[in-house]
DNA sequence: CAAATAAATGTAGCACGCTACGCATTGTAC
DNA sequence: GTACAATGCGTAGCGTGCTACATTTATTTG
């Protein structure tokens, strides 16, 4: 008997993904901009569009769209890099430094939700499988924004 | 240590999502039509738009939209309900009925796909730790289009 | 050095999610 | 029966994903 487990792992997302959509949406952001402003906050040099479009696995203009949403809200600013003038730099601003503080709570809350009442053991068998289950399905777990991964 | 389980959800669900949507695609489908084909092709009666907004927990623009790309590309059409004229009942047309076992092959591949390797017991355990992920995450197994489902 | 190629970004237009609003029909209350 | 609320659906407008095409700047190649 075939049990759904696709059916599964959309329902997770759907859930994860609304409650960060409504935690986000009190700072101002989305989701999906809570995401690069994390990315942001953790990557050695200040990045320019196409970083992010890789990191995340997003097309160009997604990112270009994302990211000029972010500047009108006063969260970054762009300073076009000198040694190539066609890119631009992506800079976080104070505004959305002490965002991203609260963003990553949100995150470490959901983490802690996700598996409460799993014991160790559970965990470590949760996220194994997990893994085992991407591979299978051709991904990899550092994909979609590969930073902070051990 | 904290293991980011949420990022592996999303990768997984980005994951099978590309493979639905580029198998879908031969057909002329997207992912969120086919899950509505789906639907149709198992539900009890015609369904209206109505059913399917709760179904799916959808709004019912999108699901108005959905609809309406679906007629035009010849898979579905409504008739008037005459008890009730505001309602459009919705009926899967001969097109759309051949596209749906396509359809249900695919999901049935990947199902298999996702859990390939894994022991009958692995697979009783990540059943069983999703549904209790999900429910932690104050959603249940059966939302987002709850057919089918045992 | 000039020309072709590659790379970074922007714009247009589409699908799919949402909220807010409007319209037509149905149901209810007086 | 008429007025008011509830229901079903449509449109408008936005955010986020995409592809395809254009533009500008770097790089490579002759």
Redesign the pocket.
Known sequence: MNHYYGHRIRVLHWCTDQIMTDALAQMGL?A??GRIMGYLAHYPQPP???DIAEAF??????V???LG?LEKKGFIKFLCDEQ?????RIYLLPKGLESVKRIEDTIMLNEQRMVQGFSGEEREQFMALLDRAISNMGGSPCQLCSMKED
């Open positions: 989305t999906s901009q320019c569009a196409r696995q997003l097309s160009h203009p997604t270009s769209g994302l949403r190539d003038r066609r890119s631009r």
